[in-house]
């Protein structure tokens, strides 16, 4: 079952948490209410949250391995898998839609493929796999609040205001192969 | 010519400053409204507040005197938190005071921990909002090392989840656990965050109060109408001319407020105004001389909400937007409550044979009844929200035909 813990916890997933728990600076005070940044920070770091990260922020802060997993599952900027191309976040929410958004998201299903599907994160749904094509792992997101500039994007964790295809591609090329974060 | 009714208060050094220096900040009168709270003390203040007749900024108008009143009542310690969550599809306000005029809301924060005696407080910031957050933290160490601050500020990301925006989820969130809303009572005044009496405000709320502590309470009711007192702020999208967010006081007719911003574009007219983002409703041209004022919107069955204002042309696909919205709240319900979790699904999946041109009899009704259990049986706002701009839809497209 995806919510038991997994066998083995990497060094390297050791390590990582490590990091973000002296990035998080808490001292001996470390709680429960660091488990979302403690997660956020892990990400920002590797990218993505492995299942060997998740049992191990749960050991360090104490928790059963379900509690973490269901916190970890319920956020849909948390990636639970790595991403496979550079993380393009695509607003596809009404009032980027009313200024062009459908016309961009047919564009770069073109380009990309067809972008994942952005509930299958949040709240729990089993996620669906990333198909990277052209080294883009993309999805459309409700409103990320920039609607003056609609429409908009994220790539790379870097945001594209007034975005096209063409604008995105640039984005992603100064992404690099790995890209930023996702925009947690 | 319409008479201009831009009045800005809240926007006064928005974009004539930097944003990122306190000096400039003070320079234009900033902290007036703090040094004032501190020579007449909280008491005065909270009178001041409750005269000033100020309305929470965050969609559910609630009076800001009377929390604060409970919280600073409430046994000590006591927590503030800033509802900087700002989620609702079309709105942007927020994030634009954040990013250029951070101190006015560091300034309220400030005067609110004072005035309720909170000793901790606690931003709860959009997970998207970088520039925000690069913004607000550089901001917060220069007003500690200013002395400014005055109270222990913790920053705290969200992670991309709408419903954190309901002050107990946030709280739940904060808390580590899911952003599943509590059940109310107890209200957050009496245990909200960690258990303790919580005084929860808006962004735009919070710098309306560095507003009235500098100025005081006539001077803010100066503007507006005698029950909603004040300017707002709308954030104006879609279809208009000039996208952005627009200071007006309360009470402006709406078609003065499109003409502020341009207009609707390309000399088009205008179809519908989707009025306070997805938990809002479509107001239809009839609708142009409402005044945006919280009881002239209610008389119509709609609110003000978080001041999103969407606006469609005559050419847009209105039922499109609908199904749109719907897919919004079946994603977003948080699944803790069953009249939300399935109604939305079940919302959905309506909305969309009507679209496909599937719609069975009855389908009306249905999506009426839904409404009614989602409206009265969900736990929170979102459910009791879920169905507000499907069914203003279904008044504007008419009877039996949507598509």
């Known amino acids: 079952m995806e919510h038991n813990p997994p066998s083995a916890v990497t060094q390297g997933e050791k390590d990582a948490v490590e990091r973000a728990v002296r990035v998080l600076d808490a001292g001996s005070g470390l709680s429960r209410t660091h488990l979302l940044p403690l997660l956020q920070a892990v990400q920002r770091d590797r990218g993505w949250l492995s299942r060997g990260v998740l049992a191990q922020v749960a050991e360090r802060l104490r928790l059963p391995f379900p509690e973490v997993w269901g916190v970890a599952t319920f956020y849909a900027l948390l990636r639970l898998e790595p991403p496979a191309g550079v993380p393009v976040h695509v607003c596809d929410d009404v009032p980027c839609r009313l200024r062009g958004a459908e016309a961009l998201l047919a564009e770069l299903e073109v380009r990309y493929g067809p972008p994942r599907r952005f509930s299958g994160r949040a709240h729990g749904e089993p996620a669906e796999p990333g198909v990277a094509k052209g080294g883009v792992d993309w999805e459309t997101v409700p409103c990320l609040g920039q609607c003056e500039a609609a429409p908009v994007a994220v790539v790379g964790g870097a945001l594209c205001r007034g975005a096209d295809a063409a604008g995105i591609a640039g984005a992603v090329a100064a992404a690099g192969p790995r890209g930023g974060d996702a925009g947690a | ?403």
């Open chain 2, 1 to 403: 010519m319409t008479r201009v009714p831009e009045v800005r208060r809240l926007l006064a050094r928005v974009g004539r400053i930097d944003p990122g220096s306190l000096e400039a900040y003070r320079d234009a009168g900033g902290y007036r409204g703090l040094g004032r709270a501190l020579e007449i003390g909280p008491e005065p203040l909270l009178e001041e507040l409750t005269r000033s007749g100020l309305l929470g900024r965050g969609g559910a108008a609630f009076p800001s005197g009377v929390k604060w009143k409970a919280v600073a009542q409430a046994p000590a310690p006591r927590w503030l938190v800033c509802n900087a969550d700002e989620s609702e599809p079309g709105t942007f306000k927020d994030r634009v005071l954040l990013e250029q005029d951070p101190f006015s809301v560091l300034e309220g924060l400030t005067i609110a921990a004072r005035t309720v005696g909170a000793e901790d407080a606690l931003i709860y910031l959009r997970g998207e909002y970088d520039g925000a957050a690069a913004r607000l933290e550089d901001a917060i160490g220069q007003a500690t090392a200013a002395g400014l601050l005055g109270v222990r500020v913790r920053l705290f990301r969200g992670a991309g989840a709408y419903i954190c925006g309901e002050e107990t989820a946030l709280f739940n969130s904060v808390e580590g656990r899911r952003g599943e809303p509590r059940s109310k009572p107890p209200f957050p005044t009496e245990a909200g965050l960690f258990g303790r009496p919580t005084l929860v405000n808006n962004v735009e709320t919070l710098a309306n109060v560095a507003l009235i502590a500098a100025d005081g309470a006539e001077a803010f009711r100066a503007h507006g109408t005698e029950r909603s007192t004040g300017t707002k702020l709308f954030c104006l999208s879609g279809h208009i001319e000039r996208p952005g967010v627009y200071e007006v006081p309360f009470g402006t007719p709406l078609r003065e407020l499109l003409d502020l911003a341009g207009g609707i574009w390309r000399g088009r007219r205008l179809q519908a105004v989707l009025c306070g983002g997805a938990s809002g409703s479509f107001l239809g041209p009839d609708r142009l001389d409402v005044p945006l004022s919280f009881e002239g919107l209610r008389t119509m069955g709609a609110a003000i909400g978080s001041g999103a204002l969407i606006v469609l042309d005559e050419t847009a696909d209105l039922w499109r937007t609908v199904q749109r919205v719907a897919r919004f709240f079946r994603e977003e319900s948080c699944g803790q409550c069953v009249p939300c979790r399935v109604g939305t699904q079940r919302q959905l999946e309506i909305v969309d044979r009507l679209a496909e041109g599937r719609g069975r009899a009855g389908d009306m009704d249905l999506l009426r009844d839904l409404a009614g259990a989602m409206t009265d049986a969900s736990i929170c706002g979102l459910g009791q929200t879920a169905s507000s701009a499907v069914i203003s839809a279904l008044a504007l497209v008419g009877e039996g035909t949507p598509v």
